[in-house]
C-alpha cells in the first residue's frame, strides 16, 4: 500500500507522467486538478486536500503563485515543478512562510542537471581569473516551451557569476520540435576550447526529481532549493 497521498496540480504531459511514477515512491494520486476544475482555483478546498501529504505543480506559470497561496493556506507541503514564474518568487515564499508550510522549488528538477550546475560553477571558477577565456551559453527546448531562456540556463549563468566569472557570458536560446532540452555551457580561447553539455533524453528525469523533493520535504517546514536534497 501506498505511504502518503498525492496531489497535482496541473495534468498535462508532466502532470500524467508524475501520476504514472508515484507508487514507485509511495505515493497515491488522490486528487488531480486541471482546467476542468480549477480554471478559477475552485479547486483549492480544504475538502479536497483533506489528507493530502503533499503536492506538486506542474501547471501554468500565471497559477502558479495563487496555487501555492491556496495549498500552503490549507497545510499542504508543496514542490513546484512549473518554471517561467520567477517574478512571482517573493510572493510564494511569503505565503509558505506565512503558513508554516513547506515548499520546493527548483527550474530544473532533474538530478543530472543539478549535478551539472555544479560542474558548471566549478569550471567559472577555475577559469575566473583566466582572461584569455570568453563563455557561453546556449539551450535548445521543445516549440512549445512557454520561457526563452529558461530557468535552468538562466540559474546556471547565475551559478558562473557566483563562483567568479564575471566577464561577458554570451546567452542563446532555441525553441524547436520535441527536444526535450540540451543546455550547454562553453569556454574558449585562442588555444583551446572547453564544452560542458546536459542532453535530456525524456521528460522522465524532471517527473522523478519531482517526486523525490515531494518524499523529502514532508513534515518540513521552510522554502527550498531542489539542490539541498541532492
Same mark, same amino acid.
Given at each position: ?17 508524475? +501520476? ?26 480544504? +475538502? ?13 506559470? /500565471? ?24 517574478? #512571482? ?9 506565512? /503558513? ?29 581569473? #583566466? ?7 546556449? +539551450?535548445? /527546448? ?23 566569472? #564575471? ?30 553539455? /546536459? ?32
Amino acid at each position: 500500500m501506498p505511504d502518503y497521498r498525492l496531489a497535482i496540480a496541473g495534468y498535462g504531459k508532466m502532470g500524467k507522467l508524475v +501520476e504514472h511514477l508515484a507508487p514507485e515512491y509511495g505515493f497515491d494520486v488522490a486528487l488531480k486538478l486541471d482546467v476542468d476544475n480549477n480554471a478559477a482555483f475552485e479547486g483549492l478546498t480544504r +475538502e479536497n486536500f483533506h489528507n493530502i501529504d503533499a503536492a506538486i505543480d506542474f501547471s501554468t506559470p /500565471h497559477a502558479v503563485a495563487r496555487n501555492a497561496e491556496g495549498i500552503a493556506a490549507l497545510g499542504v507541503n508543496l514542490v513546484i515543478g512549473t518554471t517561467g514564474w520567477l517574478d #512571482q518568487l517573493e510572493t510564494v515564499k511569503a505565503a509558505v512562510e506565512k /503558513h508554516g508550510t513547506g515548499a520546493v522549488w527548483s527550474p530544473n528538477f532533474s538530478i543530472g542537471v543539478n549535478v551539472f550546475m555544479r560542474v558548471v560553477a566549478e569550471a567559472a571558477r577555475l577559469l575566473a581569473e #583566466q582572461p584569455e577565456y570568453g563563455a557561453w551559453a546556449w +539551450e535548445i /527546448h521543445h516549440a512549445t516551451k512557454k520561457d526563452s531562456p529558461s530557468g535552468t540556463l538562466l540559474k546556471l549563468v547565475h551559478g558562473m557569476r557566483a563562483a567568479g566569472y #564575471q566577464r561577458t557570458i554570451d546567452k542563446a536560446s532555441n525553441r524547436a520540435g520535441a527536444h526535450p532540452g540540451t543546455h550547454e555551457i562553453g569556454f574558449d580561447s585562442a588555444a583551446d576550447t572547453i564544452t560542458l553539455r /546536459h542532453s535530456a533524453r525524456s521528460r522522465e528525469g524532471f517527473a522523478r526529481g519531482a517526486l523525490k523533493a515531494a518524499k523529502w520535504i514532508i513534515g518540513k517546514k521552510g522554502f527550498h532549493e531542489f539542490s539541498e536534497i541532492m
